[in-house]
């Protein structure tokens, strides 16, 4: 079964078991993951609210104003949402910002919130690397988020979601123990590259505030449809575990337009039964010990 250009270059894949379920024996598992990106100094993102890109290389401090807001205000307003719902997430977050904003990053560690390293800027997608440059990418934005978090990360999505060949394995010989750089399956699934492996945690673009609700200019209402529809097919159809990902940025839902449905959102995974919130971190534990893995 193995694709993906075989695994993203060579790795060898242990899928979890049929009667797999998540922490608690829970089948329905949820991840609020949140998204704090950045740019390198002189990028910018290359797209923005208005629809039109620049010319190239005409700096869209449109675009740059825009995703600012994450960091300045609107990862502050979802910190509250969190900590009023009482659950910890998944936040991916580049390294750049953790040269710019220390406090505001130890503030989202100190509140137990995944650190997920996103690469040192969006701008710096591993796709576009060599090998000796991709690997210093991961090391200068794992150190600096180690240093400035007081914890060293253990998950990585590159930008965009975007690896090169190499990637995977790449972040297994760094010590990385899960990334979710693909969207290949529905259920995290284990990769060994030679005397290292590392965890893919496939995710989707099914629940993302940007694509939905910027680029396709749906209502940040429409989410809670979403999510709606999700539930009623997996509560009358699927038999096994699944997973869904609803994902939020600083700088889109973030707004006070869009936080109110991010905080409906958990409010209704909150009330299943059969649900698990939780950290994609954690998720991998379970996942490891499931299979008689330790993490290491």
Same mark, same amino acid.
Request: proline share 7%.
């Given at each position: 079964?193995?694709?993906?250009?075989?695994?993203?270059?060579?790795?060898?894949?242990?899928?979890?078991?049929?009667?797999?379920?998540?922490?608690?024996?829970?089948?329905?598992?949820?991840?609020?993951?949140?998204?704090?990106?950045?740019?390198?100094?002189?990028?910018?993102?290359?797209?923005?609210?208005?629809?039109?890109?620049?010319?190239?290389?005409?700096? /869209?401090?449109?675009?740059?104003?825009?995703? *600012?807001?994450?960091? @300045?205000?609107? +990862?502050? =307003?979802?910190? !509250?949402? $969190? #900590?009023?719902?009482?659950?910890?997430?998944?936040?991916?977050?580049?390294?750049?910002?953790?040269?710019?904003?220390?406090?505001?990053?130890?503030?989202?560690?100190?509140?137990?919130?995944?650190?997920?390293?996103?690469?040192?800027?969006? /701008?710096?997608?591993?796709?576009?690397?060599? *090998?000796?440059?991709? @690997?210093?990418? +991961?090391? =200068?934005?794992? !150190?600096? $988020? #180690?240093?400035?978090?007081?914890?060293?990360?253990?998950?990585?999505?590159?930008?965009?979601?975007?690896?090169?060949?190499?990637?995977?394995?790449?972040?297994?010989?760094?010590?990385?123990?899960?990334?979710?750089?693909?969207?290949?399956? /529905?259920?995290?699934?284990?990769?060994?590259?030679?005397?290292?492996?590392?965890?893919?945690?496939?995710?989707?673009? !099914?629940?993302?505030?940007?694509?939905?609700?910027?680029?396709?200019?749906?209502?940040?209402?429409?989410?809670?449809?979403?999510?709606?529809?999700?539930?009623?097919?997996?509560?009358?159809?699927?038999?096994?575990?699944?997973?869904?990902?609803?994902?939020?940025?600083?700088?889109?839902?973030?707004?006070?337009?869009?936080?109110?449905?991010?905080?409906?959102?958990?409010?209704?995974?909150?009330?299943?039964?059969?649900?698990?919130?939780?950290?994609?971190?954690?998720?991998?534990?379970?996942?490891?010990?499931?299979?008689?893995?330790?993490?290491?």
């Amino acid at each position: 079964m193995p694709s993906l250009l075989d695994i993203h270059a060579g790795g060898s894949e242990t899928l979890p078991p049929s009667d797999f379920r998540w922490p608690g024996g829970k089948r329905l598992g949820l991840f609020f993951r949140v998204a704090l990106e950045g740019w390198s100094d002189e990028a910018w993102p290359g797209f923005g609210p208005m629809g039109n890109p620049l010319r190239p290389g005409t700096p /869209d401090l449109n675009a740059l104003g825009w995703v *600012e807001y994450g960091i @300045r205000r609107g +990862i502050h =307003r979802i910190l !509250e949402v $969190l #900590e009023r719902q009482q659950i910890r997430t998944s936040m991916l977050v580049c390294g750049v910002l953790a040269e710019r904003h220390p406090q505001t990053l130890r503030r989202i560690a100190d509140a137990g919130h995944e650190i997920v390293a996103h690469s040192w800027g969006m /701008d710096v997608i591993p796709a576009y690397l060599n *090998e000796q440059d991709e @690997r210093d990418n +991961i090391r =200068r934005t794992t !150190e600096l $988020l #180690e240093r400035v978090c007081g914890v060293r990360p253990t998950g990585w999505v590159s930008p965009r979601s975007s690896p090169s060949p190499r990637t995977a394995r790449l972040l297994a010989e760094e010590g990385y123990l899960w990334h979710g750089d693909t969207m290949n399956d /529905d259920l995290p699934y284990l990769v060994r590259f030679g005397a290292h492996e590392i965890a893919a945690f496939p995710g989707g673009m !099914e629940m993302n505030d940007t694509p939905h609700a910027i680029r396709y200019g749906n209502a940040p209402r429409q989410m809670l449809e979403l999510f709606d529809d999700w539930l009623d097919y997996v509560t009358h159809h699927e038999r096994g575990a699944v997973r869904l990902n609803p994902s939020i940025h600083g700088h889109v839902f973030g707004r006070i337009t869009g936080i109110g449905i991010f905080e409906q959102l958990i409010e209704r995974a909150r009330a299943l039964d059969d649900g698990w919130i939780g950290r994609q971190g954690d998720a991998i534990a379970h996942l490891r010990a499931t299979l008689g893995r330790p993490q290491r």
